[in-house]
């Protein structure tokens, strides 16, 4: 079990390390943010003044061993653009996107749940065909463009919700169901067919034979065992989310996270705020994959016994 | 660990019968006329459009769709602000994402496989190795590298089908990796090992065929999740710029004007999703033809 | 299996949400004029009733949706219109501009005066205290001087303040600023030269971009990152009482949402409204602003530098279609110059080039183009509607013949193009603004053989002497005069294609009496609730 616990940490571990390596290298390999800390008239001198004062004329070994040596001590340099500590300002948008992502998981697991193990009961009817068609739509309907549309729907012609922006509750409605679907339609297509498949199993048949209550059989029995298949999957599209989906949703509904936050480092060139919005996103991403990982432990008995 | 479970082994026969019924199904034969349309619009781009894709005049900006009040019978689906006619940009823009989506998945398809090829068949350290690398790529924010190489690189098509070549290459290792640790015990291959056959031969004579069916399926549904991503990319700016055409851009541009010209995001919204539906539909039929045990399970 | 169903579900699905969008278009803006609403071409503000006649006050708190945070809220850090336009409520220069006009007004000082070359004197209010109680004086002046001057500071805002050096106490409420050389400009510069306490500054070290304490009438309560700045009125303030109590910035990046806020109330001023929002904002005013886009010609190319060729380009632009399409009649067209006719230095004589394909084209067949590739640059983003004024220039210059190449780069990698003068790219869009109400800028930094972002001509014997004159000189009458001179060696000599001047265009509440400034600040203390 420790053997386990500390082997996914290790992995977690060399995965930010990773990222972090390779943000740097691909900011540090081209560009050159100086003239845009300086006025459009700016003088070559003042280039070269504040490239020196950044450190940026030394050799790339030499900026990584400094970058190496303060990144240890969480120090990811000051945000060219913003001329704060490039952590704190990656770390002040996390909670925007932690809201937004979890009310979108929310969304998801608890409309897709019900909806996979309705759908697997009745294989063919009418609500696993629903289950499909969002499964597809899922896939195929770009996230953003739905969410253009409902913003034209329900912000503009309606008037119901605001367009974008950070506010109050209603304005995280239509970003949460914009990033919540296509993970919605997958999960509840996976659910469905490990229900499926949990369903076939020769326990299910014993204990309908005893009499079971089919309720029961299917909440109970089925349902406890295929909780490893979705918790998986659902750890999978939570990760998925926070290493992806949300950049573009935030960026459409201009929702102040770290995904907009990325962008907009992109944009400025400011590769101090890359870096650290990137790491910070691997790890907070790291940190949903090992938590799923030992929640094996805890719905799968026999991992717990493999030490 | 969602990919690994898309694709089964299947049989070099049931392909072939497969393939003859395909024509049969109605509903995908739809899919593919679809498939065939936007393909050949694509080719034939320059010379179909009915209006300049990339040169407007500014005089016709904003213009609806033609069937509305104010609308022109020159723009059938009306003109962005540039006074460009948007029906001919959508079909430049079929252009762009074919190739982007079938460039990438050729790049990273060939990388992927060999990369499968050679960690299933030989094993050892190898395999090691590229499973960890492959692990520790999985695990990384993939659509914020590819959005930090295009970045770094400046936004152009290339460096766009360079970022999500970076990051397609390792679903195709994985599956393909998968095929040949479940192929390479048959009796076959250790027949070709008696016979004396190199190794390299054997994988590439003797085990890749034997993967074909479904590395096709596998490479359609990889295209329609390119193109998506591109258009994704290209909505964020850091993909094809104007005044080039791509429905991910034109979706991009027209959000400042979704107050007033709601053509400008409906009509590059649905050529994606059309696009992308046909080709995960053609996907899901080719599966299920040539792997009999998906056939049964695909309950619609 | 339903294969059909399934597909007629989901197109049926798409189709539903194209219809809901479709169908907006029947929502017709109300027709008519509006309460608060201003034509397009005119620039003067109606007048105004006095406001003695309004005998109550209504303190309302007031809600102004803007573009994005500011960066910082150190009024010296870094030149960003985010951070002016909320600490131009909070700090206070020596002298302030006139809304709608370069001339300046008494502030912080009550008169200045040029005592010598090098030295301007300023004579300050006695009156005026810190948000934190602490007194505003000479010192005060002097220490925030040196602050920003501070290379280590490495302020945007140098370009502005150029030339001045230093700043020296003379008598607790009298203060030099010292110059490097002749500098009629210095009041205008003081402009925008916000006071800190220097002692205050000091004691938060780098916290100073989030605590702002200044002389203004308002004072900050809390900054929400990424959402919104709430401002108090500071009841200490040395000047008459603000009407309006609270105010608060909003950061809404979308054009669209603001314009959706504006409407359903939740703010009262919306900056930077598109011109096609016209018919649905409930009230609107717009005033002719300081930016003017414009395309830099590299004069040194060995095709570009003839003459002819510039003229052509400019010959080839439909200003006017770019002005009543693009911007829907909110831009004006320049006059062969940058900046307005009616500016200081600015010459009235000189006309637009017209749009004439035909003489464009002799032009280009003179000078001996032959189809050489011509590169084009711009950015996205960075200003109103920029992209698409681009791409509209792009198509229009390759109408004349021009073998143009349109590249659209990132803001980043446009900044590197743009200052990259060893290797001038050939025609690059930028949007330059005429901040300080004089031409020294345009010429210095533009046209000038050693200009930060000159491409032109470097073999024009008289030009780099004439623009060195002028820059010194301390005549107003005399500067004016030849500066105007020069705009018509420019224009037949184009360093540019000619554009436009662009306007700024906010959504207002038709309950708020607000009138746009010149200067793009949004000055609270200024603005009256009517009900």
């Known amino acids: 079990m420790h053997r386990y616990i500390i082997g996914r940490l290790l992995f977690a571990i060399v995965v930010v390390l990773a990222a972090s390596v390779l943000v740097w290298l691909l900011t540090h390999w081209v560009g050159d943010p100086v003239k845009l800390l300086l006025p459009l008239d700016a003088s070559r001198d003042q280039v070269e003044q504040l490239r020196s004062s950044l450190g940026l004329d030394q050799p790339l070994w030499v900026q990584f061993k400094a970058f190496a040596a303060k990144a240890v001590r969480g120090d990811f340099g000051d945000s060219l653009w913003q001329r704060r500590p490039a952590m704190t300002v990656a770390m002040e948008r996390l909670p925007a996107t932690i809201k937004l992502v979890g009310a979108a998981f929310l969304v998801a697991v608890i409309l897709a749940i019900p909806l996979g193990v309705l759908a697997s009961i009745k294989p063919g009817s009418a609500l696993d065909r629903v289950t499909s068609i969002l499964a597809l739509q899922g896939v195929c309907i770009p996230d953003f463009w739905l969410g253009l549309l409902m913003m034209m729907l329900f912000s503009v012609k309606l008037g119901w919700l605001p367009t974008s922006g950070i506010g109050g509750f209603n304005y995280l409605i239509l970003p949460a169901l914009t990033l919540s679907l296509r993970p919605m339609g997958r999960m509840a297509q996976m659910v469905r067919s490990a229900m499926l498949d949990q369903l076939g199993e020769q326990y299910v048949t014993t204990a309908r034979a005893k009499g079971v209550s089919e309720l029961k059989v299917v909440l109970v029995h089925a349902l406890k065992n295929a909780a490893i298949s979705i918790v998986t999957i659902a750890g999978w599209e939570l990760g998925r989310m926070l290493a992806g989906y949300t950049v573009v949703v935030e960026w459409l509904f201009t929702w102040p996270g770290i995904g907009m936050l990325v962008i907009q480092a992109i944009d400025n060139w400011d590769f101090p705020l890359l870096q650290a919005s990137v790491i910070l996103i691997g790890v907070t991403v790291s940190m949903v994959n090992l938590f799923v990982d030992l929640s094996y432990s805890f719905f799968d008995p026999r991992i717990r016994g493999e030490d | 660990m969602a990919v690994g479970t898309l694709v089964r ?35 034939f781009a320059t010379w179909i459009v009915p209006g300049d894709p990339f040169k407007g005049n500014l005089r016709d900006r904003l213009k609806p769709p033609a069937w509305s009040e104010k609308g022109d019978s020159k723009f059938m689906l009306g003109t962005d602000p540039q006074g460009r006619d ?215 | 299996m339903s294969w059909k169903k399934v597909l007629v579900l989901l197109l049926a699905l798409v189709l539903v949400g194209t219809l809901a969008a479709a169908c907006k278009k029947k929502e017709e803006p109300k027709a008519g004029p509006t309460p608060g609403q201003q034509e397009p071409k005119k620039e003067e503000p109606k007048k105004e009733e006095p406001k003695k006649e309004e005998p109550k006050v209504i303190d309302k708190p007031l809600v102004i949706g803007m573009g994005a945070d500011p960066n910082s809220l150190d009024p010296h850090a870094l030149n960003d219109g985010n951070e002016r336009l909320i600490t131009a409520n909070i700090f206070e220069p020596l002298v302030r501009q006139l809304p709608t006009s370069f001339e300046l007004k008494p502030l912080l000082a009550t008169k200045w005066e040029n005592v010598n070359d090098t030295t301007w004197r300023f004579w300050l209010r006695n009156d005026v205290k810190f948000h934190n109680g602490e007194p505003f004086n000479a010192e005060s002046v002097a220490g925030t001087v040196k602050r920003a001057l501070n290379p280590e500071l490495n302020s945007g805002y140098l370009d502005l303040w150029e030339g001045i050096s230093d700043a020296k106490v003379v008598e607790p409420f009298v203060v030099d600023i010292i110059t490097k050389d002749r500098n009629p400009l210095v009041p205008m510069r003081m402009a925008w030269f916000p006071m800190m306490d220097p002692k205050y500054v000091q004691s938060v070290g780098k916290d100073v971009v989030e605590k702002a304490v200044g002389t ?101 632009v439909d200003k006017e279609a770019l002005k009543d399409q693009l911007y829907s009649g909110f831009a004006r067209v320049t006059q062969c110059q940058q900046g307005k006719v009616e500016f200081p230095g600015g010459n009235p004589n000189l006309k637009p080039y017209p749009l004439d394909v035909a003489k464009a084209k002799q032009l280009l067949a003179d000078a001996g183009y032959k189809g050489q590739k011509i590169e084009m640059i711009g950015e996205r983003g960075r200003w109103l509607k920029d992209g698409e004024l681009i791409e509209a220039v792009g198509a229009m210059v390759k109408d004349i013949g021009v073998n143009v190449d349109v590249k659209i780069l990132e803001f980043s990698k446009w900044l590197e193009v743009y200052f990259d003068l060893g290797n001038p790219t050939d025609l690059i869009f930028v949007s330059n603004s005429f901040d300080l109400g004089d031409q020294d800028r345009p010429f210095s930094g533009y046209i000038a053989s050693t200009g930060r972002s000159s491409t032109y001509l470097d073999n024009i014997p008289d030009l780099d002497a004439k623009i060195l004159e002028l820059r010194s000189e301390m005549d107003i009458q005399k500067r004016n005069a030849g500066y105007a001179a020069l705009w018509e060696r420019a224009c037949d000599d184009p ?8 306007d700024d265009i906010y959504g207002v509440d038709p309950n708020l009496n607000f009138d746009p400034r010149q200067d793009q600040k949004i000055l609270v203390q200024e603005i009256t609730w009517k009900k």
């Open chain 2, 9 to 43: 082994p299947s049989r070099a026969k049931s392909a072939l019968t497969g393939i003859r019924n395909f024509s049969a199904d109605r509903v995908t034969l739809i899919f593919i006329v679809i498939l065939a349309t936007i393909f050949l619009s694509a080719i």
């Open chain 3, 216 to 316: 203004g009438p308002y004072k900050l309560v809390k900054w929400d990152r990424g959402s919104g700045i709430e401002l108090a009125r500071n009841d200490a303030y040395w000047g008459p009482k603000p009407a309006i109590g609270k105010v608060t910035f909003k950061f809404q990046k979308e054009d669209a949402t603001r314009l959706m806020a504006l409407r359903n109330g939740e703010v009262h001023i919306a900056r930077d409204m598109l011109p096609e929002f016209k018919d649905q904002m409930p009230g609107f005013k717009s005033i002719s602003g300081v930016e003017f886009p414009v395309f830099r010609i590299n004069a040194k190319h060995p095709i570009l530098k003839d003459k002819r060729i510039r003229q052509a380009l400019n010959y080839a």
């Open chain 2, 86 to 300: 948007i029906l001919s940009r959508l079909i430049m823009g079929a252009r762009v994402s074919l190739t982007v989506g079938f460039g990438v998945v050729a790049i990273a398809g060939l990388v992927g496989t060999i990369a499968g090829l050679v960690a299933g068949f030989f094993g050892g350290r190898v395999d090691q190795v590229i499973m960890r690398i492959l692990d520790v790529q999985f695990a990384l924010p993939g659509m914020l590298v590819a959005l930090t190489i295009a970045g770094v690189l400046g936004p152009n098509m290339k460096n766009l089908m360079i970022a999500l070549s970076v990051n397609g290459w390792m679903v195709f290792a994985r599956v393909i990796r998968g095929m040949v640790l479940s192929i390479k015990n048959r009796p076959f291959v250790e027949a070709a090992l008696a016979v004396g056959c190199s190794r390299w031969r054997i994988v590439f004579v003797h085990i890749f065929p034997h993967t074909l069916a479904s590395l096709s399926t596998l490479a359609v549904i990889e295209v329609a999740r390119i193109i998506l991503a591109e258009a994704s990319m290209s909505f964020l700016g850091l993909g094809i710029q104007p005044p080039g055409a791509s429905w991910g851009l034109m979706l991009g541009e027209g959000r400042m004007y979704i107050t007033t010209a709601w053509w400008l995001v409906t009509f590059p919204g649905l050529a994606i999703a059309i696009t992308i539906l046909s080709l995960n539909m053609l996907a899901l039929r080719m599966r299920s033809y040539s792997d009999p045990l998906q056939r049964r399970a695909m309950k619609f």
């Open chain 3, 495 to 502: 360093p540019w294609i000619y554009l436009l001047n662009l």
